[in-house]
C-alpha cells in the first residue's frame, strides 16, 4: 500500500484524486508500517496534512523511529538537538541519533560523534565514544569527520587508541 501510494504521489500515474494516493500511504500507516508513518509525520508536523495535527505527526515519527525508521530517528535526533518544535534536549538527540548510528548511518554517526565531543561536562569515555563514530563516518566517506580524526588522533594516547578501536568493534549491530 505504501510504495504504490508513495509512487503514484511522487510520479506521472497519479490518479484523478491525490487524496486516494495519501489514504494507500495512510492505510500502511494504520499497520503500523514505519516508512508509512515516517511519510506521513513529517508532513502533519508542518501542517501540510489538514487530516492529521501536528502533536499526532510527532506521535507517527517517534513511532516510526521505534518500529526502526532511521530516516525518523534522524530527524528526532535533528529536532532535539536544535530544538526544533521539540524542547532542545542534547540527551535525547543522542538517543536517536544513536540508534540509527548502530544502523551504520554516517550521517547519524557524524551527529552523534559532534555531540559526543562538544557535550558538556563531556567526561574521556564521552570523548573516546565520539572519535570511534567520527572514525566509523569517515571510513564511510564523511570528509568531515575525516578531517575531526585527523585532528583528534594526535591527542590521543595509546591507551585511548586502543579504547577506540575496542568501541569501534562493538558499536554497530550486525
Known amino acids: 500500500m505504501h510504495l504504490v501510494g508513495t509512487w503514484q504521489v511522487r510520479s506521472e500515474n497519479l490518479l484523478e484524486n491525490a487524496a486516494e494516493e495519501w489514504s494507500l500511504i495512510q492505510k500502511a500507516a494504520n499497520e503500523n508500517y514505519s516508512p508509512a508513518l515516517y511519510e506521513i509525520g513529517p508532513r502533519a508536523i508542518r501542517g501540510e496534512d489538514p487530516h492529521c495535527t501536528p502533536d499526532k505527526g510527532w506521535k507517527m515519527v517517534r513511532d516510526a523511529a521505534t518500529l526502526g525508521s532511521v530516516q525518523a530517528q534522524f530527524y528526532l535526533g535533528q529536532a532535539y538537538e536544535n530544538g526544533d518544535g521539540v524542547p532542545k534536549e542534547p540527551d535525547r538527540a543522542r538517543r536517536y541519533f544513536r540508534l540509527c548510528a548502530a544502523?551504520?548511518?554516517s550521517r547519524c554517526e557524524h551527529s552523534l560523534a559532534q555531540l559526543l565531543l562538544e557535550g558538556s561536562?563531556?567526561?574521556?569515555?564521552?570523548?573516546?565514544?565520539?572519535?570511534?563514530?567520527?572514525?566509523?563516518?569517515?571510513e564511510q566517506g564523511d570528509r568531515e569527520a575525516g578531517v575531526v580524526v585527523a585532528q583528534e588522533q594526535s591527542n590521543l594516547t595509546p591507551a585511548q587508541l586502543a579504547l577506540v578501536k575496542g568501541w569501534k568493534s562493538q558499536l554497530l549491530r550486525k
Do not use: T
Open 103 to 105: 544502523r551504520g548511518q
Open 121 to 138: 561536562p563531556r567526561s574521556e569515555d564521552d570523548y573516546v565514544q565520539a572519535i570511534a563514530w567520527f572514525q566509523l563516518a569517515a
